[in-house]
């Protein structure tokens, strides 16, 4: 996929979050409470991700995306 | 609270008001905006092992995170990671048997002593000036190097905190060393919210600087493996950038979209990787040290989400990679966390994940072609779809703190594995992998 | 930042209890939790402190830095508040709506002439019109999250602060250890169990004696508030004025019980239901009887 490709797809899913000012998605602050839960955080399990990460770095041709990793390893 | 047919609207009414304002979270920084919170400890240790004797791994981690109130977060991880197995040099099977040597000592040195030879697959016998330890494949055997072993030590340490009212900043650094390999790693990112905390927008940068210094010297790639000739030490760079937008869908769904792009420069091969050359039969003539090229693009879109399904929360994510070494991935992953009650929960765990050969990956060369400048027989650059399935189980205590236990199986399967030349028929070229991850971990606030 | 550590009070106390306690909201404090280990009670003590700490000084109006005060002194710019205080916002708005305008946290500006200082000193009628012209929850433009309170009004959340503040601490500390645990700030309290030994035992005041408990209730769950003039109230020609103020008159209740102590699933809800039931006055008791409560009122 080119990289012009690649950023269509972002900026379309970036446009769906209404980032451009449209207030329409999203809760009230006292509608957060499932939210609150600290299941429902994107990076809940921060080891068990940077496991997986490693092991997916060393025997894989992609790496990352998530977040940014550490530094790199020797292993690819 | 008991409601019965008798309760007022104005009993409901006050009740309903005061669950919201209840109910409404104050998140973990408000509550003691002035106070620190306890220490976080979070502890795993993994065992992973791959079959057919090939590479196994203990590694133990532990990342402390400590919040000095008001969002002043530091966190602090150290690793470390030893491992043993054979490791696949490149080479694919052959009839018959083969012999390699491993990278050790270092090259030009005579040998003091009765001179070591070496012979090749077609029969010539050749004068070691290098010091070298010999090892031999079995034939049909898919050549391991036997002696792969290293051992890892990283550090990482982060501080986060808010700049102004919406703004987070955060800084990070990371350091590692190997046997025969070394990085130093910076990035830093600024996040900012908007539409009441619903959305948060993100961008950072990372920049990372390894020095190679692969065991017996680097050789010099593309040229043919018996002549040994290896050069000194080697360095790449990766500079990179990401954005991203996290996106609150509704009371139960959250997601994450972000944009990643890295550059790396320099030396990008893997210094023990060979690559079998064979004649119009297959039978093996010989092997040339891998070569690939000194500056890799790569890009990749995520898209993460959390959603609350009434009990179990399901985090379900998709990735879309690509590079200019022509390697397009895909990858879905789908986990869901069942609470079990009494402080117990499973999480079952699946992962899809596709990639597309480099262009420059070659299951073995033919002789007869010409040399291609760029080639690697490297399993990871290979076309290939691989799956995850595991089971973790959580069991809480005291608070905050959580036992849990990880078992994945991991599996590769490689769409190119047969031959059509003579002797490679019946020959499984390219088995792929299977490999089982079991982690330990241990969460605690102190 | 106060020296934290040494404004907390460790005890023991029958039956396996340990109790906390603290000064805070100009009440003395408690935080009882059924445990042995003593540190461990320290330390939820002092979460429990800080948090209360935290409320008092982001709502008080005697605090220069607090939210409370940036919004009294905005002269009607709109004042963009944080989650938490557009919770509080929305709660007062929802009461003020369900006791048909009786509950109103602008009313804080009558203070400015009824002192209630045990005195016989009463306000004039002219007095009182004047700062009944700036009350009225009506007159404020809540769009979440930005409030705008017109110049001279102001907001007081004195009449649910503590309770807020009680059912926080108890859900935040029971998040953290998950024992039999009462919080208790000044005779406001909550539990979320009784321990072994049995249901707590708590003690209501009875208005004209400081200390000596005007009858004892067990509460195995839920909360507990009391709202009353023990200590605030005005005494001319035998009339009684109690410091609950009607705000359509402007001034104080007539025949209001001297205290009201309600029972209900949360401080909040049961400190809202108290202060209706004053609003009441004289009908105290009948609209708590409605409302199907458990209820004591004193009346002297």
Known sequence: MSLLRLVGLTAAAVSLFGITGCSAIGVKPWQRELLAKKEMALDANPLDAAIDDHVYFSKEAASGGRGFGGGGCGCN | ?446 | MRDSSAKLAVESRDGGIVAVCFLAMASPCEVLIETGDVERCRALGMLAAKEAWRIEAKFSRYRDDSVVSSINRSCGSPVEVDDETASLIEFSAQCHKLSNGRFDITSGVLRRCWKFDGSDRLPSPAEVEALRALVGFEKIRWEPPFISVPSKMELDFGGIGKEYAVDRVLAELVAQFPAAILVNFGGDLATNRAPASGPWRVGVERPGSEREAAMLLELSQGALATSGDTHRFLLRDGVRYSHILDVRTGWPVPGAPSSVTVAGGSCVEAGILATFAMLRGADAESFLDEQGVRYWCMRS
């Open chain 2, 1 to 446: 609270m008991q409601l019965n047919k008798s309760t007022t609207p104005l009993r409901l009414g006050l009740m309903a008001a005061s669950c919201a304002l209840l109910g409404a979270p104050v998140a973990r920084s408000q509550v003691a905006p002035d106070g620190e919170q306890p220490l976080l400890i979070d502890t795993g240790l993994l065992y992973y092992k791959e079959d057919q004797g090939r590479v196994q791994t203990i590694e133990p981690i532990v990342n402390l995170k400590k919040n000095y109130g008001d969002d002043h977060v530091l966190g602090v991880t150290l690793t470390f990671d030893s491992l043993t197995g054979g490791s696949p040099n490149g080479a694919i099977p052959s009839r018959k048997a083969q012999t390699f040597a491993t990278p050790s000592g270092t090259s030009l040195q005579p040998v003091s002593g009765v001179p070591q030879t070496y012979t090749t697959p077609s029969g010539q016998v050749v004068a070691l000036l290098a010091k070298v330890t010999l090892y031999s494949v079995n034939p049909g055997q898919l050549p391991l190097d036997p002696n792969f072993h290293d051992r890892r030590i990283a550090a990482d340490a982060s501080w986060s905190q808010p700049m102004g009212l919406d703004t987070h900043a955060s800084i990070s650094g990371h350091l590692s060393n190997e046997l025969d390999f070394n990085s130093a790693a910076v990035n830093g990112a600024l996040s900012r919210d908007f539409n009441g905390k619903n959305t948060t927008v993100s961008g950072g940068f990372n920049l990372e600087l390894d020095r190679i210094n692969p065991i017996g010297g680097a050789p010099v790639g593309g040229t043919d493996y018996i002549q040994l000739l290896k050069g000194g030490n080697k360095s790449k760079n990766l500079v990179g950038g990401l954005f991203g937008v996290t996106q609150v869908m509704s009371r139960r769904w959250v997601s994450q979209v972000n944009y990643t792009y890295d550059t790396s420069k320099g030396y990008l091969t893997d210094p023990y990787k060979i690559i079998s050359v064979v004649d119009t039969t297959g039978a093996s003539t010989g092997y040339r040290f891998e070569n690939r090229p000194n500056t890799r693009t790569r890009q990749s879109v995520y898209v993460g989400n959390k959603v609350y399904l009434g009990g179990e929360v399901l985090d379900l994510s998709y990735r879309r990679g690509s590079d200019n070494w022509g390697i397009k991935s895909n990858t879905v992953d789908g986990r869901l966390r069942i609470d079990l009650g009494n402080d117990v929960y499973i999480e079952p765990h699946a992962r899809w994940y596709r990639q597309a050969a480099a262009d420059f990956y070659h299951l073995y060369l033919n002789q007869a072609d010409a040399l291609p400048t760029y080639m690697s027989a490297d399993q990871r650059l290979a076309e290939f779809r691989a799956t995850t399935f595991g089971l973790k189980l959580g069991i809480g205590f005291d608070g905050n703190n959580e036992l849990s236990l990880r078992i994945e199986e991991y599996q590769q399967k490689a769409a190119q594995t047969s031959s059509s030349l003579a002797n490679l028929q019946g020959l499984n070229l390219n088995p792929g992998l299977k490999s089982a991850i079991v982690q330990i971990g241990w969460r605690y606030e102190y």
